[in-house]
């Protein structure tokens, strides 16, 4: 059972479009949902996180909105930039668990310029 | 500079080989994880090591063996590669419960 799904796989948008990336999750006991950036070659690198007390958290064009009842959240990039295309990743994990993050498949994102 | 290092990067070994995968850290983090990466498939926790010779299995651990003998150094093991073990192959480290996790580059691994 796939605890953490994200949606849509890839998702192209124009340079100055806002980007939307999907995520939802199974287990009601995860509180801490970061969101990994993943260059080509590169490791996943944190970009924003939330935890499930916040509905919402902003870090300039990167937004994550959370929903708690309905086990959702989304990350929203504004006014994307091509140097914003990478693989996106979702991932969950609770406060008891010793940082053991469960990932999502990730959602690969282009910004046309 | 806070830094996960892999080594080697990319890694070429025949089926039935053995492969020793490394990985250090310059942050005296407690915690470090080995996770293999497959298209399509994202992250999936191979071992955790809590700290010296503190392991546990993650949700894929058939086939493979860590060893972590120092703070700073954690290396997975495999006994007799298959090529379904072909992946990439990433390391990374945290400081203990909630705190951010860093990865380092990859370890892009072919058996053939």
């Known amino acids: 059972q796939q605890q953490v799904r994200q949606s849509p796989q890839s998702l192209t948008v124009w340079e100055g479009e806002t980007a939307i990336l999907n995520c939802s999750y199974e287990?009601?006991?995860?509180?801490?949902f970061p969101w990994y950036q993943q260059f080509p070659g590169e490791g996943p690198a944190l970009l924003i996180s939330i935890r499930s007390v916040s509905d919402k958290k902003e870090d300039g064009r990167f937004t994550i909105f959370f929903n708690k009842r309905e086990k959702k959240l989304s990350l929203h990039i504004t006014d994307s930039q091509p140097g914003d295309s990478a693989t996106y990743f979702c991932a969950a994990r609770h406060d008891s668990g010793y940082n053991k993050l469960t990932f999502g498949k990730g959602t690969v994102l282009l910004v046309s310029p | 500079d806070m830094k996960v290092t892999q080594m080697p990067r990319y890694l070429i070994k025949r089926m039935g080989e053995n492969v020793l995968l490394e990985c250090g850290q310059d942050m005296s983090h407690e915690t470090m994880y080995w996770y293999r990466q497959d298209p399509g498939l994202g992250l999936q926790l191979i071992y955790i090591s809590y700290d010296v010779d503190s392991n546990s299995e993650g949700d894929i651990p058939k086939g493979y063996r860590v060893s972590r003998k120092k703070r700073e150094h954690f290396s997975l093991i495999l006994d007799s590669a298959k090529t379904n073990q072909t992946s990439v192959y990433f390391c990374?480290?945290?400081?203990?419960?909630?705190?951010?996790?860093?990865f380092g580059k990859g370890t892009r691994l072919t058996v053939v």
């Open positions: 990374a480290s945290s400081g203990g419960r909630n705190t951010e996790v860093f």
């Open positions: 287990d009601s006991t995860f509180n801490y």
